[in-house]
């Protein structure tokens, strides 16, 4: 049974790994191809666009695909738009993999906004010195803003305008509470800003943020598509595919 998980996370690469350990699956990993080095799954990768939902359904059919499992970033929103469209006209099944939400801790001082031009606006008012920690994309929503200074942490350098004042730090990671609170004290950062990625790889900012007051500014995540089919583990999505398995015999 040959099975397409759209990744890009470390949820998409642990499940590449269990399923392919087991007898029966066939799993081809899709990347978009953005990180210059990125870590690789288990098993066939495939890289690039599909160049849209038709693309991605033609995809599917030309490849004998039996089941898809969209585990790509919760803000990668336009790729699981395309794969709930290219599952209903192919009619190959399709589970979302979500990570948790983080969860709001005592201690927090988090605002919830409901996406980046919004988090731009609130920061603007919270503070001199930003810890800017949403990744490589949607930097340019803070572009506009010339009086706070910037730390702009991110994988690979940002595409697009970056607020003219700012200092850029590539690193990749797990972070560690300690090195994260280190980093926090010797930029005196006065605000955080970041994604609601979910996960245990990058939440060490939000304790070192809590345990030195600093408010952190949170971006919801945008919606899945409506009737969407979601589990948030990697075990959770190999369940769904046992089960698929088994209905083909
Ligand atoms: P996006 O805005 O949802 O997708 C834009 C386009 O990129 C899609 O229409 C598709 O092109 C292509 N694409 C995205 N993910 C793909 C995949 N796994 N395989 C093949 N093509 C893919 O996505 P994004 O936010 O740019 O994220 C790109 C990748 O980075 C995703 O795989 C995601 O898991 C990962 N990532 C994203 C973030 C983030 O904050 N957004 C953070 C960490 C990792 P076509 O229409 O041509 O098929």
């Known amino acids: 049974m040959r099975v397409l998980i759209l990744g890009g996370t470390r ?3 642990e499940l590449a790994h269990i399923a392919s350990g087991e007898r029966g ?5 899709s990347l978009a191809g953005r990180v210059r080095a990125p870590l690789l799954p288990e098993g066939e990768v495939r890289v690039g666009g599909f160049g849209g939902a038709e693309g991605l359904r033609a995809w599917l059919v030309a490849n004998d695909v039996a089941a898809m499992v969209d585990a790509t970033h919760p803000f990668a929103a336009a790729i699981s738009a395309n794969a709930a469209v290219a599952a209903r006209a192919s009619g190959v099944p399709l589970l979302h993999l979500r990570r948790p939400r983080w969860v709001e801790q005592a201690g927090d001082r988090w605002m919830r906004v409901p996406d980046l031009p919004t988090a731009a ?8 010195r930003v810890f800017l920690t949403i990744g490589r994309q949607g930097v340019d929503a803070f ?4 009086r706070p200074w910037f730390l702009i942490r991110a994988i690979d350098p940002p595409e697009g305008a970056l607020p003219p004042r700012h200092e850029l730090l590539l690193a990749r990671g797990p972070f560690a509470v300690q090195d994260e609170a280190r980093l926090l004290a010797e930029y005196r950062i006065d605000a955080l ?4 990625s979910g996960g245990e790889q990058t939440e060490a900012k939000l304790a070192a943020a809590r ?3 600093i408010p952190v500014v949170v971006v919801d995540r945008p919606p899945l598509p409506e009737g969407a ?5 990697s075990a959770q999505a190999l ?10 015999g």
Do not use: H, Q
């Open 11 to 13: 949820e998409a690469r």
């Open 25 to 29: 699956f066939e799993i081809v990993s």
């Open 121 to 128: 606006t609130a920061v603007g008012t919270f503070g001199e």
């Open 143 to 146: 572009a506009g803003l010339d």
């Open 193 to 196: 800003v970041t994604k609601d």
């Open 211 to 213: 345990a030195a007051g």
């Open 229 to 233: 089919r979601i589990v948030e583990s």
């Open 239 to 248: 369940d769904w595919l046992r089960i698929r398995r088994a209905r083909r």
